[in-house]
């Protein structure tokens, strides 16, 4: 639990979490001069990084966490199991 922001390209599934939880940024281009510019601008503002990495601590406690996952991936194998038979 580094609860360290992220800066991520916009991939569906991951945009959601970033978004939701507040824990990164999205860029639009994966370019070198894109990332650096977005790695930059993040860097600039010292009090949203903060933000970001308490929020990105306080989700990893919260919500993606072995103890919470492994029972929606136990549920996951029921499920199949069942519509299997």
């Known amino acids: ?3 360290l922001p992220v800066l991520a390209s916009q991939l569906a599934a991951v ?3 970033i978004k ?3 824990v990164g ?3 639009s281009s994966t370019t070198p ?3 650096g510019a977005a790695i930059n601008m993040m860097l600039e503002d010292p009090e949203t990084l903060a ?5 990105a601590l306080q989700v990893a406690q919260e919500e ?3 103890e919470k996952e492994h029972q929606q991936l136990i ?3 029921h499920k199949f199991l069942v519509e299997r038979n």
């Open 1 to 3: 639990m580094a609860g």
């Open 75 to 77: 549920d996951l194998y």
């Open 15 to 17: 945009t959601e979490v």
């Open 33 to 35: 001069t894109d990332i």
């Open 64 to 66: 993606f966490h072995w």
């Open 25 to 27: 940024r999205i860029v």
């Open 51 to 55: 933000l970001m990495h308490r929020n």
């Open 20 to 22: 939701t939880y507040n």
